[in-house]
């Protein structure tokens, strides 16, 4: 072991590593993306620039995991509900999103990644492994079983079936382009099924 | 008439308009939304900053028109087609979008633009109505004349219609989760319509 990777294991002190996650959220929910810089970070938290610079090598990264540490499960995927009823099921997890969207400072700190990640291709690859993947891979297990169950097309691509699920309350949050209620997403969730059902 | 309200009437040099935003498409396809200053596109228009800033109060309002003015229709909504095949003509509507991101320069500017809407609520307002609200509200007449041909079922919401149809696409776009092709286009109008069939 050199000592660099020595050093990089300081990485896992868990207090200093909460406590730059934890402002960061706050400075891009208040600032904007635009309006995070490393040296209000690092002057917030109380930390060296370089600490952070060398935990995380650019801002893109730094965002993407102070809000990864918000998200339900603290960033590992949580299986979604499988009670038998397919659409009960996406639905709680539609309304859940929606719930958390309703969260003024979750929302902007989501809009600052989301803003980053439209124009960064690599950061977007990073959030693809880290978060948007995994949850994809439980959608399309939940979907699966349905479709063994025979409640979906055994012909539907599982991908497809993900995004027709999914991206209207997303997309509709992305531009604003409407209110999004629990209502509007359980209606979402019935006309995808039914597009998606067994014939 | 005021000084200054014809001063405003120079808004209508279309020249000098033109090379402006064409300067300023390219500057936010090349440089990204964060990229772009009034200082940049006016030294590359060869015009004054002052100039600039009279018609155009900041950036987030210049790149919305700068990309406005190089979509279908010059920022126009152009009518939905209307063979009386619904799936086809939406089928169009969305390949053709798959084709214009398909352009890099177009595909940069139009995330450059899109950045800044999630983060900026003015802007996505000026946004919403300048191009998303009168577009919706001509898709929303193709389907509700498809609705009232019982083509699609009478209880179903426009809105909510226009999402399933057009945002998985969109979505996919934004967050970069997939590959966008013709085929996936028309999957999604495919599967989107039979959950929005009469019944």
Redesign the interface.
């Given at each position: 072991m050199t000592t660099e990777q020595r050093s990089s294991g300081r990485r896992r002190n868990p207090a200093t590593r909460a406590a730059i996650l934890a402002t960061a959220f706050d400075v891009v929910a208040e600032l904007?993306?635009?309006g995070l810089t490393m040296e209000k970070v690092a002057s917030r938290a109380g930390v060296g620039k370089q600490t952070i610079y060398r935990w995380w090598p650019n801002k893109g990264v730094l965002v993407l995991d102070a809000v990864l540490e918000r998200t339900a499960g603290g960033g590992e995927p949580v299986e979604l509900p499988d009670t038998g009823d397919l659409e009960a099921d996406l639905a709680a997890v539609l309304v859940a999103t929606v719930g958390e969207l309703a969260d003024p400072g979750f929302d902007?700190a989501l809009?600052?990644l989301?803003?980053?990640?439209?124009?960064d291709?690599e950061l977007?690859?990073a959030?693809?492994e880290r978060l948007?993947a995994p949850m994809?891979e439980l959608k399309k297990r939940r979907l699966r079983r349905a479709q063994e169950a025979g409640q979906l097309d055994a012909d539907?691509?599982l991908?497809?079936?993900v995004?027709?699920v999914?991206?209207?309350v997303?997309?509709?949050w992305?531009?604003?382009?409407?209110d999004l209620t629990p209502e509007?997403a359980r209606?979402?969730v019935r006309?995808?099924?039914?597009?998606?059902?067994a014939r």
């Open positions: 904007g993306y635009a902007r809009r600052g989301t803003a980053a990640i439209i124009e291709a977007a690859r959030y693809h948007d994809r539907v691509d991908d497809l079936a995004d027709l999914f991206a209207p997303a997309q509709r992305t531009v604003r382009s409407g509007g209606a979402v006309s995808a099924l039914r597009g998606l059902a």
